[in-house]
Structures are given as structure tokens and as C-alpha cells.
């Protein structure tokens, strides 16, 4: 996409990865996270090949969880109002939910890389 985020002064591409320092602990298990954040939503021709691509690039990382993070509109005007909801496709990140005190949505629709990841988790 022909775009590029300004945020405090300084652009940033609209696709970008960030990751936090890898910590292993003395059983020789290590973790770390990485972020992707999009901009925009990509075009409906490649959200396949792209969720794949993730898919194939967490595999050989090994990667234990995917959380991903979508935006909705919501009510209220104030962020005391705010309510964070989850789905979890996994026993796993069911607990991970119950954990964290967030909301199982319970009817929706989800679209774009998220619908396609649960759908590939599902087939």
C-alpha cells in the first residue's frame, strides 16, 4: 500500500514487526513476543497467502500462541467503558482468556486474517 504512518514526527511504514528481547529460563525454555501491526486491512487476494505466510514463518520460530488484536467500533465515549472482548480457538487460549479476565464474545463476525487463522485452525 502507498502509505505511510506519522506518528509524533516520524513516519513508519504501514505494516511493521516488533519484537521484545527472547528470555530463557534455567529449564532452557525460552519465550518471546512478536507483534505485526497493519495499518489497513489487505487486500482480499492475499489475505490467504499472507495468513499462510505468518502461519509458516510461526511454525519454524516455534510459536506456542498467536494473539491477535482487532479494533471495533464502540459505545460509550469513555474508556471506563471500554469492554476487551476474546475468541479463543483452543482449549489453551480459552484458559488464556479466563486468566486475563476478557469477555468470550459469544455471537460476531470476524473477517480478513483473523477469520482466515481460525478457519485454517478449524479445517
Known amino acids: 500500500m502507498p502509505a ?16 521484545g528481547k ?3 529460563g534455567p529449564d532452557g ?11 489497513f486491512m489487505p487486500p482480499y487476494n492475499i489475505i490467504k497467502p499472507l495468513a499462510d505466510k505468518i502461519l509458516e514463518w510461526a511454525g519454524r ?7 491477535a488484536l482487532e479494533g471495533t467500533h464502540a459505545l460509550g465515549d469513555k474508556k471506563k ?3 476487551v472482548y476474546g475468541i479463543a480457538s483452543t482449549p489453551k487460549m480459552k484458559g488464556f482468556l479466563k486468566k486475563y479476565n476478557l ?8 473477517t480478513g486474517l ?3 487463522y481460525f478457519m485454517r485452525e478449524h479445517s
Not at 29 to 39: H, L, N, P
Not at 61 to 67: D, H, L, Y
Not at 103 to 110: H, N, P, S
Open 103 to 110: 469477555l468470550e464474545t459469544k455471537e460476531g463476525m470476524i
Open 22 to 24: 527472547k528470555k530463557c
Open 81 to 83: 467503558d471500554m469492554i
Open 114 to 116: 483473523m477469520a482466515y
Open 61 to 67: 520460530k516455534g510459536c506456542q500462541a498467536i494473539v
Open 29 to 39: 525454555k525460552c519465550e518471546q513476543v512478536a507483534t505485526i501491526i497493519s495499518e
Open 4 to 19: 505511510t504512518i506519522i506518528h509524533d514526527s516520524w513516519p513508519s511504514p504501514p505494516v511493521r514487526i516488533y519484537a
